[in-house]
């Protein structure tokens, strides 16, 4: 089965500095690969996700995504970081069969000013 | 679009208690999802249903729960009894397709307190 490791659990970025989160996939082939933000008391949001077309994914709110096959990665980052950008982000992954997402364990991102 | 309704948005109640919460799917997806999230353990599926079908149910953590797809615009969570383990927030999530179009749509979640 399909799996993503996020590495750290919380990560503290000054505004206007990058943010930088990083995100292992498992599987020997290309998967799907997702990032969700989450903001205190909501749902899930997606953010962007790779489908093959591109290696680099642009979503919303200024983020964005690499694909790199070698390293087995999908790191989520955005140049500039905002107060507004505080939240906890979820990397996720799906088979192409796959109805199901696996999700990381979730990084929570908080910015100071 | 109203996105996925939930209801009720809190709910608390007693150990021993009927649960029930509620999920209105986005019109035309054909996957709805319950997942549970709880600080200790993170986000987990429980059950998903694809054209109001249960697929996979092997997230559900005991037989106190149950979950029901009637028809393409509902589905139900029923925990009973519950237990104050049970407390967490319960997200439905709803997508129309796997792979490539999995995109899920989540939505506000229950907060659920069991005392």
């Known amino acids: 089965a399909q799996s993503v490791t996020q590495l750290g659990s919380h990560v503290s970025v000054s505004e206007g500095a990058l943010v930088l989160l990083r995100c292992n996939y498992s599987s020997s082939v290309p998967p799907y690969l997702f990032w969700y933000v989450q903001y205190p008391n909501q749902g899930l949001q997606l953010l962007l996700k790779?489908?093959?077309?591109?290696?680099l994914v642009k979503g919303i709110n200024g983020f964005e995504a690499e694909f790199k096959k070698s390293e087995t990665s999908f790191h989520l980052t955005k140049p500039s970081a905002h107060m507004s950008d505080a939240a906890e982000y979820f990397c996720?992954?799906?088979?192409?069969?796959?109805?199901?997402?696996?999700f990381g364990a979730g990084t929570t991102v908080t910015v100071r000013a | 679009d109203a996105g996925v309704i939930q209801s009720p948005r809190h709910e608390v109640t007693e150990m021993g208690q009927e649960v029930t919460l509620r999920c209105k799917p986005i019109?035309?997806?054909?996957?709805l999802f319950w997942y549970r999230q709880t600080m200790m353990r993170g986000l987990e599926l429980l059950i998903y249903?694809?054209?109001?079908?249960?697929?996979?149910d092997s997230g559900m953590p005991e037989d106190r729960f149950s979950a029901k797809m009637p028809n393409a615009s509902f589905s139900t969570l029923k925990i009973q009894p519950s237990e104050p383990r049970d407390s967490a927030v319960y997200f439905c999530?709803?997508?129309?397709?796997?792979?490539?179009?999995?995109?899920?749509?989540f939505g506000p979640g229950t907060r659920l307190t069991v005392l």
């Open positions: 019109s035309g997806h054909n996957s």
């Open positions: 996720a992954v799906s088979d192409e069969d796959d109805y199901k997402l696996s």
């Open positions: 249903f694809n054209n109001n079908v249960p697929i996979d």
């Open positions: 999530a709803s997508g129309s397709g796997g792979g490539l179009y999995n995109e899920q749509f």
């Open positions: 790779y489908t093959s077309a591109a290696t």
